[in-house]
C-alpha cells in the first residue's frame, strides 16, 4: 500500500454504491476536546421482569412471549411499515409521493438478558443464521415483498431502546435507497465483466492482505478500502452466493464464526460492548434472476478513539460527503492484533 493513502488527504471510491468518501488521515494526529459519551458497562442479569423481550414476559401489546429456549421471531408491535395500508400515489407537480406496505419483525437471538452476539457461541449464532434464513425464505413467498433488510441495532447510542439481545427484519414492497444504489452498481458491473463485483473486489483483497481481519473455509472479514465508519467491517462469502438462504452443508456455522469474531473484537477494542448497526444485503425477493448480486453483511460502529469518542456524522458530511481520519489499514491492524 503506498504511504500517499496513509500521510495525505485524499478520496476513496465505493464500488457497491458509486459514491466517495474523503479519508484525512494527519486529522488523526490533532487533539480532542470534544464530546465524550458516557460509558455503560453495567453487568444485566439473565433475566428482566420489566424487560418486553424476555421470555414469557408481556409485551406493551399485552401479549406474552412464550418461555423461548433460543430464537424467538414475533411481528413488531409497532411496526414502521403496515401490510394493510392503503395503495396510493400523489403526483403534484414536484411534489410526489406513493404507499409503501410491508411487514416487520423483531428477532430475539437469545433468552439471556445479559448477553449479545459477542457473548454467544458461533452454535448459538448459527441458529440466529438459521432464523434470518427462514424468515427470509418465507417472506420472499409474499407477493406483497420485494426486499428483506435484516438488522441490528447494539446500544443505546445506536438509538436500541431495549438491551435484550435483539435484531429486526423489515421486508417492503420497494428497494430502500441504499440497496438500490448496490443493485445498480453490481447489476452494470455484472453485465459488463460476466462476474461478480464484490467477488472480484475480495479476490484483490484476499490477494494483497491489507484490509483483511479475518478470514476461513467460507468467509471473509475486512475493512473496506472505502469505508466510512473508524472500525466499519464487512463479512461477505468468499464464492458468489445471492443471498443467505443459498448457505449450505457447514457454511452457517463458518459464517455464525465470521460474526461471532468480529464482535468479540469489536468488544476487546475499548473494553466495552461496543455498539454498532449492523446490517445484511442482499438479492431482492422480486422473483427476478438477480445473479449480479453477491450478499454481504456490514457492521458500522460510531466509536472513534475510545469507549467515550464518537464519530459523529454533522457539517461535511451532512453538506459535502462522508469523511474519515482513521484509514481502514489502521483500523485493521487494531482489529487484528486483538485475534
Not at 431482492?284 to 450478499?295: L, R
Request: hydrophobic share 35%.
Amino acid at each position: 500500500m503506498t504511504t500517499d493513502l496513509q500521510d495525505f488527504s485524499h478520496k476513496r471510491y465505493n464500488i457497491l454504491t458509486g459514491e466517495w468518501v474523503l479519508v484525512s488521515p494527519h486529522r488523526a494526529k490533532r487533539p480532542w476536546q470534544g464530546q465524550n459519551e458516557a460509558v455503560n458497562n453495567e453487568v444485566r442479569p439473565s433475566y428482566d421482569e420489566s424487560c418486553y423481550l424476555c421470555a414469557g414476559n408481556a409485551r406493551i401489546s399485552g401479549e406474552k412471549n412464550p418461555n423461548y429456549e433460543d430464537v424467538f421471531i414475533f411481528t413488531n408491535d409497532f411496526g414502521a411499515l403496515q401490510t394493510d395500508s392503503k395503495v396510493f400515489k400523489v403526483e403534484d407537480g414536484l411534489l410526489k409521493a406513493q404507499s409503501e406496505q410491508g411487514i416487520c419483525k423483531v428477532i430475539c437471538f437469545s433468552p439471556d438478558h445479559s448477553k449479545s452476539l459477542a457473548d454467544m457461541t458461533p452454535s448459538e449464532i448459527e441458529k440466529v443464521v438459521f432464523a434470518w434464513q427462514h424468515e427470509y425464505n418465507e417472506l420472499a413467498e409474499n407477493d406483497l415483498i420485494n426486499y428483506v433488510q435484516i438488522f441490528e441495532n447494539k446500544g443505546a447510542v445506536m438509538g436500541c431502546s431495549n438491551p435484550h439481545p435483539h435484531g429486526q427484519i423489515w421486508s417492503q414492497t420497494t428497494l430502500p435507497n441504499e440497496v438500490d444504489k448496490k443493485n445498480t452498481q453490481q447489476l452494470n458491473y455484472f453485465n459488463k465483466n460476466k462476474s461478480s463485483l464484490l467477488g472480484d473486489y475480495l479476490a484483490q483483497e484476499l490477494e494483497k492482505q491489507e484490509r483483511i481481519i479475518f478470514e476461513n473455509d467460507a468467509f471473509v472479514v475486512l475493512i473496506p478500502f472505502w469505508a466510512v465508519w473508524p472500525f466499519e467491517a464487512m463479512i461477505a462469502p468468499k464464492k458468489q452466493q445471492r443471498n443467505i438462504s443459498e448457505l449450505s452443508g457447514n457454511e452457517t456455522l463458518l459464517y455464525a464464526e465470521a460474526i461471532s469474531v468480529i464482535t468479540k473484537a469489536y468488544d476487546k477494542l475499548f473494553n466495552t460492548s461496543f455498539p454498532y448497526s449492523s446490517g445484511i444485503h442482499q438479492s431482492p425477493t422480486d422473483g427476478e434472476a438477480n445473479d449480479h448480486w453477491h450478499w454481504h453483511m456490514s457492521f458500522y460502529p460510531p466509536l472513534l478513539r475510545s469507549a467515550t469518542v464518537k464519530k459523529f456524522m454533522v457539517g461535511y458530511e451532512m453538506f459535502g460527503s462522508p469523511q474519515r481520519d482513521i484509514t481502514a489499514e489502521s483500523a485493521v491492524k487494531m482489529l487484528r492484533d486483538l485475534l
